[in-house]
């Protein structure tokens, strides 16, 4: 994983329902000190209400400020966009990222 120049983007599922744990910590830390990009994908978001889901992104960004995080939830589809815009991002060349809102060639 250290150099595998294909690998455009890592997302880390992270459950927002629990607090942190250490695997998550481990992930995470490792990704940094590879200097890969990544997303950490804060799953299972519908479970909380809207202030519980607030205060879990804000300790989740506290403990991994240099990280973009997408609040998501499989059952609602809630960031769904959000994280194809990321992924969208990674995986276009930065020339090509001026064309991404443009309608497919036929």
């Known amino acids: 994983m250290k150099h595998r120049p294909s690998l455009a983007l890592c997302l880390a599922l992270v459950d927002v329902n629990v607090p942190p744990q250490e695997s998550d910590r481990q992930l995470l830390d490792f990704l ?3 200097e890969r990009p990544f997303v ?3 799953t299972k978001s519908d479970k909380l209400s809207a202030n519980q889901l607030r205060n879990a992104l804000q300790n989740l960004s506290r403990e991994h400020s240099e990280a973009r995080i997408v609040a ?3 059952k609602t589809n809630a960031g769904q ?3 194809w815009r990321e992924i969208r991002a990674a ?3 930065a020339t090509d990222a001026s064309l991404s809102t443009a309608a497919p060639l036929q």
Request: glycine fraction near 0%; proline fraction near 7%; hydrophobic fraction near 45%.
């Open 72 to 74: 998501f939830s499989a």
């Open 91 to 93: 995986t276009q060349p």
């Open 40 to 42: 950490i994908v804060a």
């Open 81 to 83: 966009e959000e994280l």
């Open 32 to 34: 940094v000190s590879c």
